[in-house]
């Protein structure tokens, strides 16, 4: 075990510095932001004089190695939009996202768990193909649509909820919904599959043997029993979310760090992509880390091939 | 735990519900910006944000009236001791927000961060005529390089911020936790959220009209103007001509928009291209329906202008005429330049309108051209239309402004040769506006000005098609005109009855 | 997580897989068609019929959708958008399969040093949300039609990898194969003629998948701007576009929005049914 975690770890680590380089790579080929910053007016002497002091005059492998030796000193840099560390702009815009994360969770956890096992136990019947069309089509529909439809209905037709911005908890609310769809699908199906897989065993067919209706078995045995997979699935399914808040965030206005990587990059903050890349694929890397660990924890067998 | 969590829900509930307009106080005023400041730090960025923001924490050396003309702020009074010497009288009795007082320190320490290269300001270009300032005695003396008749209308955008707070925190925290001396002081600012002020009741000024002012930012256009109808906002900025005409009929709202110092125009590349044929270029400036864009696309919210600048600037000949719309004769300047079905390109990004690049598209296509629009993200279009005439596309959009109200810093860097802008060269249009630049008697600055735009009008390196609007969507009670220069004081808000 | 997505399979009944296939086929034939269906120029602009809904009538001819902001007819946009979201999805997904395949096969017959490259670079790949690579690699190449397909061909071959490196370990082993190998056989000629039709299910399997996927990442990086360009028409720009009139144009947004939903959802489906077919051991989960 504590070899497979080691290899696995090593793993993480390579993933990590890769992403670490090729956002690097990519935003310095995209072109500096020194055109962006600059009065209209301004000749290109000025331009060229402000890319020398930005430091964005000298080689991608220069400035690589001085960000490396930067970033292993914890230091993130500087935006040279803000001028305030990339740090610092990332944590005051993390609030937003985790936010919508967890509203997003809680919809998709809270619709999402129940309707699969629903269509687990009533397998085969009319209320599992009404559900199979509903999950369904929250799979099918695009996050911006859902997020367009939402603002329509609830803001603009019945003026119940704000149609865009950060403002308590009402404004968080169509977000949420809208993030949460996708992930709410991938719930249903593994709550299904997992559900489907334990009454199939034989300690089910025991306890109903034994007298004890199915509600009770299902509730008292096969539920705890079917969380592990869907537990991890939940974890590696945050990662999800914190990617597909890049869109949601932008329909709604959410002040969140999606909408920070989208305007980054359009201003070519090189800084504050670099940093916000590289903490989502951190968090990423981390949860199929920590799955993959949970596995072969639970399944000696991962181990041997890992 | 659980008892947090409803706290927290109870409380965001009641901050999220809007309050009824009536009971929101006349003590607040809300506004809805499309971005957030990117600095609060007047000395960094130059974004029409940021500067909406921090221009009502800081004064500036001088000032525009609601006519335009140029006014005492901090500077009291000025004098030109020689063509590139100005000596400024510095106010007397203002104080800085931490109660210190303002000195003429303060003034030449402000103008010397900004040219210091190290500083690294991106507004460096907009003073970097200035050698050096000076604080001598109760006065500012300030060299320029030669004689610069721009210096007055640049230092309308100088703040000034208080040389020991600056020297004692540092430049990162100064931008977070800005001191000035303006009418109103940071209160919080939520990165990306809002940014809360609150009135200095010691200001010089007088009595600032609202106890505090928060700027919320708020990208969706929509969703401003249904903040407004809600009461949840009481001005909005930037608003689409779609969305003022909307907003005309509501008789509690009312739309702000006045003609500004930007200049829509059309490039046309005269270096590279079917264009560099003189006579395409006459032809496209007669396909163009200055009068459908104007109606149809900006609804009003624009006026037409007859040369590539504004009345609001100096420089403004109204006696040089547009080009006619003509489409009979630019198709056969088309013919005769031998140019049918010829293809050109219409570089754009998503900072230019795309429903007037698209009309413009179906315009010149109208006359035997082919256009093809290039759609690029702005940096790409910036290398692209700064750079070689070959890459700098046939066709572009451009609303322009240098915010100095001054021919000198709209056709100087647009067409002047070896300008990063221009792709077109005439010696005599360069004669013309270097010796603008080089003298400060206004009537003969306006003499080569007026030669300047007649070559220009032979040579059509642009066309300009309209003077731009600022449009805001504001509470029918709200009482305040928007001025050219997209300047917002709340200074000179107030609520009406 | 095996099985995939079989859950759905609870939809794929006759009669249900007949009407999603109806719509595809329909949605297809419009794209084919769409010079001859398209009942105007999808790119004339009328500024004095800006905004105008469903049904206006001008000068004889009906706007059945309504039109644009820019007084274009709203359904020869929707027409000819159908086209741009299929050929966009078609070719990045032929782009990053082939790409995907090929390093995948490659990396496991060779093994050594490429093995390695290759697989941590998928590592690496797969850890960038997918959505943000798209966005980072657009700012480096610049929008428009020919590049989205380059950038997602660009950003979407590890998911083919990851597969064809795990079948073709499994096929490698098989004894036929080895005796191809003795029997002097080059390594292109084993992969593509022996490892190839062996590992082409599960691809295809992920290529379904990934095509309802690259149907939405068209509409979505055009949703953001950074797509297909204007003029030229695709749903998801003719939706960011009409955003902003949501309240007072809601047909331009809801049009477009509808047939990609419709597009999305049948593909979905039929990819369920085909993937039952292909994966007969899903079928009692």
């Known amino acids: 075990m504590a070899g497979y975690a080691f290899w696995r770890l090593v793993q993480a680590a390579i993933a990590v510095f890769g992403v670490m380089t090729i956002v690097f790579v990519i935003m310095r080929l995209a072109g500096d932001p020194t055109l962006l910053l600059v009065p209209e007016g301004a000749t290109r002497e000025h331009i060229e004089a402000l890319r020398h002091e930005l430091g964005f005059d000298r080689p991608i492998a220069v400035q690589y190695v001085a960000y490396l030796a930067d970033v292993l000193r914890l230091d993130f840099g500087q935006s040279v939009v803000q001028r305030l560390p990339a740090t610092a702009i990332l944590a005051s815009r993390l609030p937003y996202t985790l936010e919508l994360a967890l509203g997003a969770s809680a919809i998709a956890l809270l619709v999402g768990i129940p309707a699969g096992v629903a269509m687990a136990v009533w397998r085969g019947g009319a209320l599992e193909r009404l559900l199979a069309t509903f999950v369904v089509t929250g799979q099918s529909m695009p996050t911006f649509l859902s997020g367009i439809l939402l603002i329509l209905v609830f803001g603009v037709l019945l003026g119940w909820l704000p149609t865009s911005g950060s403002g308590g908890l009402s404004s968080l609310v169509l977000p949420s919904i809208a993030l949460g769809a996708l992930s709410m699908a991938t719930f249903a199906r593994m709550a299904r599959i997992a559900v489907v897989d334990e009454l199939s065993k034989d300690y089910v067919r025991a306890a109903r043997a034994r007298g004890l209706s199915q509600g009770a078995v299902v509730v008292r045995h096969v539920l705890r029993n079917a969380a592990v997979p869907v537990v991890t699935i939940a974890a590696l399914e945050f990662g999800n979310l914190l990617a597909g808040a890049v869109i949601v965030e932008t329909v709604f206005a959410w002040p969140g760090i999606g909408q920070l990587a989208i305007q980054s990059i359009q201003s070519r903050d090189f800084v504050v992509v670099q940093v916000v890349v590289l903490f989502v694929s951190v968090i990423y890397v981390a949860m199929s880390l920590l799955a993959d660990l949970a596995y072969a924890w639970l399944d000696p067998r991962i181990r041997l091939h890992g | 735990m659980l008892k947090q969590v409803v706290m927290y829900a109870l409380l965001a509930a009641a901050l999220a519900s809007p309050l009824p307009a009536s009971a929101q106080g006349k003590d607040a005023l809300v506004v809805d910006l499309p971005n957030d400041a990117a600095t609060l730090d007047p000395h960094v960025q130059w974004d029409t944000d940021s500067y909406t923001i921090y221009r009502n924490i800081f004064d500036n050396l001088v000032t525009r009236d609601p006519s335009g003309k140029i006014v005492p702020q901090i500077a009291t009074a000025w004098r030109y001791t020689n063509d590139t010497t100005i000596e400024f009288d510095i106010r007397s009795g203002v104080t800085f927000h931490d109660g210190s007082p303002l000195t003429p320190a303060d003034v030449a320490f402000s103008i010397n961060r900004i040219i210091n290269p190290a500083f690294k300001s991106p507004q460096l270009s907009q003073f970097d005529q200035i050698v050096s300032a000076e604080a001598r005695g109760d006065k500012v003396v300030m060299t320029t390089k030669t004689p610069y008749p721009a210096l007055m209308a640049q230092l309308v955008k100088l703040s000034i911020v208080p040389k020991a707070v600056v020297e004692k925190v540092g430049d990162q925290s100064f931008n977070q936790n800005p001191v000035g001396s303006g009418p109103y002081r940071l209160a919080a600012w939520q990165k990306g959220v809002q940014t809360a002020l609150e009135a200095n009741d010691r200001y010089w000024g007088g009595k600032p009209p609202f106890k505090s002012v928060t700027f919320r930012v708020v990208p969706d256009v929509a969703t401003r103007v249904a903040d407004l109808r809600t009461g949840r906002a009481d001005i909005v900025r930037q608003l689409g001509p779609d969305e003022a005409t909307a907003l005309k009929s509501e008789s509690q709202l009312q739309v702000l928009a006045g003609p500004t110092e930007r200049i829509g125009y059309m490039f046309i590349n005269a270096q590279s291209g079917p264009t560099a044929d003189v006579r395409v270029r006459r032809a496209i400036a007669q396909a163009i329906d200055q009068k459908a864009i104007i109606e149809a696309l900006l609804q009003g919210y624009g006026d037409p202008v007859n040369i590539v600048l504004t009345p609001a600037n100096f420089g403004y000949v109204s006696d040089v005429p547009g080009y006619e719309f003509n489409l009979a004769k630019a198709k056969a300047l088309v013919k005769e330049a031998g140019a049918e079905g010829a293809s050109l390109t219409f570089l754009t990004s998503p900072a230019y309108d795309r429903r007037v690049v698209e009309a413009l598209q179906q315009m010149v296509q109208e006359i035997g051209l082919k256009v093809e629009i290039v759609a690029l993200d702005h940096p790409t279009f910036l290398r692209r239309r700064q750079g070689r005439p070959d890459e700098a596309g046939s066709l572009s959009l451009g609303r322009w402004s240098c915010a100095c109200q001054d021919a000198d810093g709209v056709i100087f860097p647009l067409f002047r040769t070896g300008s990063i802008w221009a792709k077109y060269s005439n010696p005599a249009f360069d004669d013309a506006v270097d010796n603008a630049r080089k003298i400060l008697d206004e009537k003969q600055r306006l003499a080569f000005y007026r030669k300047a735009f007649e070559i220009l009008r032979e040579d059509v390196p642009g066309i300009g098609i309209y003077q731009d609007y600022a449009i805001y969507g504001a509470r029918k009670e709200l009482q305040w005109k928007p001025t050219p220069n997209e300047a917002f004081f709340i200074m000179d808000m107030k609520w009406g009855k | ?285």
């Open chain 3, 1 to 285: 997580m095996t099985g995939g997505a079989t859950w759905r399979s609870r939809l794929s009944v006759p009669w249900v897989v007949a009407v999603v296939s109806a719509i595809l086929l329909a949605i297809v034939v419009m794209a084919v068609l769409a010079p001859l269906v398209s009942p105007a120029d999808p790119a004339r602009q009328t500024l004095i019929a800006r905004l105008r809904p469903p049904g206006y009538v001008a000068n004889g001819f009906v706007y059945r959708f309504g039109t644009d902001e820019l007084g274009r007819d709203l359904l020869s946009r929707v027409i000819w958008g159908a086209r741009a979201s299929l050929v966009v999805a078609l070719l990045s997904v032929a782009v990053s399969l082939s790409v995907g395949a090929l390093l995948g096969m490659v990396a496991a017959w060779k093994r050594g040093w490429i093995e390695i490259v290759v697989m941590r670079l998928v590592d690496i790949m797969l850890s960038i949300p997918a959505i943000l690579l798209a966005v980072l690699t657009v700012a480096v190449l610049g929008p428009g039609f020919g590049k989205l397909i380059i950038v997602l061909g660009l950003t979407r071959w590890p998911r083919y990898t990851r597969v064809a490196y795990a079948q073709t370990l499994q096929v490698a082993s098989l004894p036929y194969i080895k005796a191809a190998e003795l029997g002097g056989a080059g390594s292109l000629r084993i992969l593509s003629r022996h490892v190839l039709p062996n590992i082409a299910g599960p691809l295809l399997v992920v290529a379904t998948a990934e095509f309802g996927l690259m149907i939405l990442f068209e509409a979505g990086l055009s949703f953001l701007g950074l797509g297909i360009q204007p003029p030229q028409p695709s749903w998801g720009s003719i939706m960011s576009s009409g955003r902003q009139y949501v309240e007072r144009a809601w047909w331009i947004t809801l049009f477009p929005g509808a047939f990609l939903f419709l597009l999305v959802l049948s593909v979905n489906v039929l990819g369920d049914w085909l993937r039952d077919r292909l994966d007969p051991r899903s079928r009692n989960r």
